[in-house]
């Protein structure tokens, strides 16, 4: 109130920016797992609605310990697990009742697969409209390919991301890692939370639709850039900036490392670290996007100095010269890295079968509400018993549908 105090002392027990909001996630892999993972992450309630018979498919993705997935455990995090049969008239009938409790539903299944169910969008945020809906898919809820199945490496190369990864003129590439699930999955994170900022002011949920195709298109930041200026379409160039230069890997005597002299000030520090001087003032390279236009000039000049000396002499004398550097490391090194691990970015999860499990934390930083990193994926069902009883289902009647499978 008027004269206390601006920022108010924190809870001696920090609690997590989502405690009190209720999730139900039904979906396989990625997407909307993921996007669960960051709503469990920062403290909401996140029941997983799988299949009772096999569950999400992550389930049985390798590698395996004791029957488990070690990849579930991890992709899952802090969530619980209701294994309920959606296609049962009974089954449709709890997930109703939990989605009038719910703020929040978020599933990746194909446009339509709910409607099939029963379950449709629209009834559900009739039935409570301060519901949240967020359906993650891999084209979006209509248009001409809403139908089509979608898997990352096809929204990869339909979105034009595959066609600038890899080397110039080289086969097609994918990105290393799952970049249309992944960011399908915090743009639908950052939708999500901002239905729940509108709910708060407006009273009222709202359906939200994110693609994993639009996802992916949304990241072409620069080559939206270069294509709408100049009608240029961006291709591959290995490691390399589309658009400025150096900025990419170079050789040394022992491998590569990476280096971003674009800056007027880094390139002439860079220079003078690898005794360039001749070429600081080459009309060819006066600044970051001439050197760019003119790397395949630039690169072989470069690398006459840096193959003659391993890349930790080079990385030693460009970081001690302000020039931003890095080496090209794998995962096994990546995860014992000394940096991430003393600011605690490795997390121990408890887990049932697997005891802990090893995972990386999450880069979200609050303070004084950080996420909360605490247990692994669950079981199976594991908590099917728990979310019935908080629907006021009896222990009777569950352990019926416990025996005719519409719970597991």
């Known amino acids: 109130g008027p004269g206390g105090p601006a920022n108010p002392a924190p809870p001696s027990t920090p609690v997590p920016p989502l405690e009190g909001i209720r999730v139900l996630e039904i979906g396989n892999y990625m997407a909307g797992p993921f996007c669960g993972m960051q709503l469990a992450d920062l403290g909401a309630d996140v029941v997983k609605i799988e299949e009772p018979t096999a ?12 029957g488990e997935s070690g990849n579930f455990a991890r992709l899952n995090r802090g969530k619980r697990s209701l294994a309920l049969d959606l296609k ?10 939990l989605a009038r409790r719910a703020d929040v539903v978020v599933e990746n299944l194909r446009p339509g697969t709910m409607r099939d169910l029963g379950l449709a969008p629209d009834d559900l945020l009739r039935e ?91 990241l072409a930041v620069w080559e939206a850039g270069e294509h709408f200026t100049t009608g240029e379409i961006p291709r591959a160039a290995g490691s390399a900036h589309k658009l400025v230069g150096p900025y990419q890997a170079v050789r040394a005597s022992d491998g590569h490392f990476v280096v971003g002299a674009s800056t007027p000030r880094n390139w002439v520090a860079f220079c003078a670290t690898l005794g360039l001087g001749a070429i600081e003032h080459d009309e060819r390279f006066t600044d970051a996007a001439s050197r760019r236009r ?26 001690a010269a302000g020039v931003p550097c890095g080496e090209i490391r794998d995962y096994g090194e ?16 408890s887990h049932p079968t697997l005891g802990t499990a090893r995972a990386l934390g999450s880069p979200l930083r609050l303070a004084p509400t950080p996420p909360r990193l605490e247990r692994a994926g669950p079981l199976l069902g594991e908590h099917s018993l728990e979310v019935l009883r908080e629907i006021e289902i009896a222990d009777d009647e569950a352990k019926d549908l416990l025996a005719r499978g519409v719970v597991v």
């Open 55 to 66: 569950g999400d498919l992550a389930r049985h993705m390798p590698p395996m310990v004791g």
């Open 88 to 97: 049962s008239a009974e089954g449709r009938d709890i997930f109703l009742r």
């Open 128 to 218: 409570n409209e301060r519901l949240v809906y967020a359906a993650i898919s891999g084209w979006g809820q209509d248009g001409p390919y809403a139908d089509r199945p979608a898997l990352d490496i096809i929204v990869q190369a339909m979105s034009g991301l595959m066609s600038i990864t890899g080397e110039e003129g080289g086969a097609p590439v994918k990105v290393g890692v799952s970049i249309a699930d992944l960011s399908a999955a915090l743009y639908g994170t950052i939708a999500i939370l901002a239905a729940l900022r509108a709910r708060e002011r407006d009273g009222r949920g709202q359906l939200v639709d994110v693609s994993m195709f639009e996802s992916a298109v949304a």
């Open 294 to 319: 003119h790397v395949r000039a630039l690169i072989p000049l470069i690398e006459a100095v840096t193959t003659t000396k391993p890349s930790a002499h080079w990385l030693e004398r460009l970081r």
């Open 334 to 349: 990546v995860f014992t890295d000394a940096h991430l691990t003393e600011r605690g970015f490795f997390v121990d999860l």
